[in-house]
């Protein structure tokens, strides 16, 4: 049985992800800070099938023995970096603390663990590194500059990694959702009060009003699946409603200013 890391198995996409994993035949090592969350869903899977791992994304001295450990009970061939998290707030209002652990979360640690699973699957001459990134990797919206900022990085590098493992068996993807139902947005929300004398109050309201309106975590858990499962996983899987892919076609082809001013319009007005 083939092994898969999932990071931010606790919840959303993540939960979804490890019952689809597990499902399609691996066994699904769930990492997450919340130990009793992880071991609830235990309850829903075969034994055998599922093992929580306690993992903080922040703490990168404890990747190498969590990687260690899970090595120890058989090949690794694929990780799910999917752990992460949306600080709002405009430029000019979020903070450099936040913005900091904003690329703490969802970016190098990201990078620290894959660092870590990386030469045992060289060594084996296969494996998949699926990252959830975001279409925000993609195209950077206005209220959440810090985070596209986080995704926009784990595009570039993506790339270069791809590359870098041509000659391998190695794989790498990237899940790019739009709108997706999760508590991404719930915890989102609990930091917006240190944002109500902002000139973007109304739009910050807005925004998360808008938020919720997004499709099933399953839908990108099926990617996922695909892009472990896969001979030839996709370099990115666009998850979204029509309009969101349209946005993304469009992009390339409509002037910078015209995109930029009608985006602000639409999202801040």
Sequence with gaps: MKSVIVTGASSGIG??????????GYRVFGLARSYNRLSELSQELPAGS????EFDVTKPETFGPIVDRIAGK????????NAGYVEPGAIEDITMASLRIQFETNFFGLIGLTKQVLPLMIQKNEGRIVSVSSMAGLVSLPLIGAYCA??????????????ELWNTGVRVANINPGVIETNIHAVTNSKLDRLKNSR?????????????????ASIVADAIVDAISSPNPRPRYIIGSGREKTGIRLRHYIPDTLFYSQAAKRILA
């Design 15 to 24: 939960r979804a992800s490890t019952i689809r994993l597990v499902q399609a």
């Design 50 to 53: 599922y093992v929580p791992v």
């Design 74 to 81: 058989g090949q690794i061939f694929g990780l799910v970096n």
């Design 150 to 163: 986080t995704k926009h990085a784990l595009e570039a590098v993506a790339d270069a990694l791809r590359m």
């Design 200 to 216: 973007f109050e109304k739009a910050y309201k807005k925004y998360l009003r808008d938020a919720h309106k997004g499709l099933p």
